[in-house]
């Protein structure tokens, strides 16, 4: 093709107008997180609220090469999944559906639960519930994980979880373990209770009010702790002005 | 006219001079690695086969009981052998740096040199190895404290009540993020009674290093920021000896034939190089370490979840 000299521009060319880089970076900092699955152990329950009720507690299963036998390589991690198959954990399928808040604050239905982000040191993984916000900038960035963190979603996912039958249902046995518990707790300052000391008294309130709506809930898998029955509130908050009760009897 | 710095900032004055002294930026050096019990070293992979080994645990000593017979001939069944392995495989971890010539030669007394981006390679593998720890601790099965609350006294003696309850013998370790830790003391100063926090001392963190922060019902605790976090909570937890353990993978001299100019230093787990590309005039720094670490016994842990 011939040169064309009519074709090219002026020496002095009119200035043209150009976007300005903005050099900008939506990265994560910190360090990144592995990749994991959420798997539950069936000894694992909690008693959230009495809305909730006992909901299965969620391990978060790290799939990192190096870590409880995982390998490297693109089949590294069955090892580890396999190994909690055997000792009875369920192993929740990152793919499944799961129960987010929405922005007006309703749960709504979505699927999946791992996500990936971007970070400056790599890429880095949470769940659907996490709400990262960076705060400061430079070398003191850090990444907010938990402030924002969907608790509302979380719980209703655990319901849903208990509730499809995509985790069997507790054994009494261990809903009862997690009632001791929690007896221990509501009595173990009982006698401090008796002095009057009114942050006492309401931690004692709180720990026993818990107890009884755990007891509530327990019943209906046939869990029960042995010898014992629900304390009403005014025999706690008399225990706590120092009359005599059998509370602790 | 006086001479006055702000005249004499084009030509005889800087606007900032650096200061002779090179300090480390604020970085969580706790490390786990070297404390007593804490954690079990099952040696190396070397010469061995394979990468994963498979820890076996058997039911003896005593886990199967004599029986009584119900005559004095009875004929006694055979009791099989109860036995399990937990795998450990390692795998590599690494650290390179890279400084240029120039960059060497411009530095002061006191600066980043090829000899000091070595010596801290140690220091980065252990903070890998206490990131690798606490994120194997939080597979505990069994887990205390409640979603979205503060951790109490209450969640920490839960925790040794569960240890206890499973025959777990001690030393206890109780290992928790800065934030359970604070809510903990928080907890702490609304406790009566005998129990009593013994807080770390000058001497205590001489002998064990940062991220001891006392002790409390005779359990050591350790702060870690390492600490993951599970439903908007960390999951921190209490452990009993003998609940880790971690295998290394150590290279030797077969490895360093055909190394040409460059320099190993095998300090402790790590292997450190350093070696020049010529082309580019940049030293690199390259830190390997093969490592692998696994939760070996359920039983002997309970995790302790609390708000974040």
């Known amino acids: 093709m011939p040169h064309d000299f009519a074709a090219q521009p ?78 009875g954990w369920v192993i929740l399928n990152e793919d499944g559906p799961v129960k987010v808040s929405s922005p007006t604050g309703e749960i709504v239905d979505d699927h999946g639960y791992l996500l990936r982000y971007d970070g400056v040191r790599g890429a880095t993984y949470a769940d659907v519930w996490s709400r990262p916000f960076v705060v400061g900038a430079g070398p003191s960035a850090r990444v907010d994980w938990s402030s924002q963190y969907d608790r509302e979603g979380w719980n209703a996912w655990r319901v849903f979880l208990r509730e499809s039958g995509a985790v069997p249902p507790p054994s009494p046995s261990v809903l009862a373990a997690n009632m001791r518990r929690q007896e221990r707790r509501s009595r173990r300052r009982i ?18 009010a818990k107890f009884n709506a755990m007891r509530e809930a327990a019943a209906a898998y046939g869990a029960k702790v042995r010898g014992r029955k629900p304390q009403a509130k005014s025999r706690v908050v008399r225990a706590a002005k120092g009359k005599r009760t059998n509370v602790d009897a | 006219m006086p001479i006055l710095h702000a005249n004499l900032e084009t030509d005889f004055r800087l606007a900032a001079q650096l200061d002779q002294a090179l300090f480390v930026s604020l970085t969580d050096m706790a490390s786990i690695r070297n404390v007593p019990g804490a954690i079990d070293f099952h040696g190396t992979v070397n010469n061995s086969g394979s990468d994963t080994h498979r820890l076996r645990y058997v039911s003896l000593g005593g886990a199967d009981h004599f029986v009584a017979t119900a005559a004095e001939d009875t004929d006694v069944a055979e009791t099989a052998l109860t036995d399990t392995s937990v795998d450990i495989a390692v795998t590599r971890s690494a650290l390179r740096r890279d400084i240029g010539d120039l960059a060497i030669a411009t530095g002061y007394g006191a600066d980043i040199d090829p000899q000091r981006l070595a010596a801290d390679m140690v220091a980065s593998y252990d903070g890998f190895f206490n990131e690798t720890f606490a994120t194997t601790g939080a597979t505990a099965a ?62 205590m963190l001489g002998i064990r290093g940062q991220g001891f922060a006392g002790t409390y019902l005779g359990v050591e605790i350790y702060k870690m920021s390492d600490v993951i976090q599970t439903g908007g909570d960390r999951e921190g937890f209490m452990y009993g000896a003998g609940t880790f353990g971690y295998k290394v993978a150590i290279v030797d001299q077969r490895s360093m034939l055909g190394s040409g100019a460059s320099l190993a230093v095998r300090m402790d787990e790590v292997l450190v190089e350093v070696n020049r590309d010529t082309s580019r005039a940049v030293v690199e720094i390259m830190g390997n370490a093969w490592m692998g670490m696994a939760l070996k016994e359920q039983a002997r842990i309970v995790g302790i979840v609390t708000d974040a």
Not at chain 2, 192 to 198: D, L, P, R
């Open chain 1, 10 to 87: 002026p020496a002095k060319a009119a200035p043209q107008k150009v976007t300005a880089v903005t050099l900008s970076d939506d990265r994560l900092p910190g360090k990144p997180q592995p990749k994991f699955i959420y798997a539950h152990h069936p000894g694992n329950w909690e008693f959230v609220s009495e809305e909730t009720g006992f909901v299965p507690r969620i391990s978060k299963v790290p799939l990192r090469p190096g870590i409880n036998g995982c390998r490297k390589g693109p089949q590294g991690h069955l090892p580890v999944l396999s190994r909690l198959r055997m000792e």
């Open chain 1, 191 to 208: 006698a401090e209770a008796h002095d009057g000391a009114p942050h006492v008294q309401a931690i004692v309130e709180h720990e026993t």
């Open chain 2, 142 to 203: 069994s887990d205390v404290g409640s979603t979205g609350v503060d951790m109490s006294v209450d969640d920490y003696h839960d925790a040794i009540y569960t240890l206890e309850l499973a025959s777990v013998p001690g030393p206890y370790f109780c290992v928790l993020h800065p934030r359970q830790f604070a809510d903990f003391q928080a907890s702490l100063r609304a406790e009566g009674g005998a129990a009593m926090f013994a807080p770390a001392t000058f001497d």
